[in-house]
């Protein structure tokens, strides 16, 4: 049987200890029950990478310069309705 570990304080689960499994796809998560008592969410998990296309390639905004990521930040989405023009 595999080493159960808290997501949370990171905290060995002993085979006797209470805790609560999270299944989010094919991985399961544990939290421990004083972790889970504190909150029962399931936080603290990795951010989140963003990809863009520039020049044709599709490249980590992470790994751009801090100008292009500056810029990146400056854009605004326009989400165009369903009556975009007056003759439709």
């Not at 544990?30 to 989140?48: E, I, W």
Request: glycine residues 6%.
């Amino acid at each position: 049987m595999e080493k159960l570990i808290c997501h949370d304080c990171g905290n060995a689960v002993g085979h006797d200890a209470e805790y609560m499994p999270y299944k989010i796809g094919s991985e399961v998560y544990v939290k421990c029950k004083a972790c889970h008592q504190k909150d029962p969410m399931l936080r603290n998990f990795q951010k989140t990478e963003v990809y863009s296309r520039v020049v044709g390639y599709i490249r980590p905004v992470k790994q751009w310069n801090k100008g292009k990521q500056a810029e990146f930040s400056d854009r605004m989405e326009f989400v165009i309705g369903d009556a975009a023009c007056s003759s439709c």
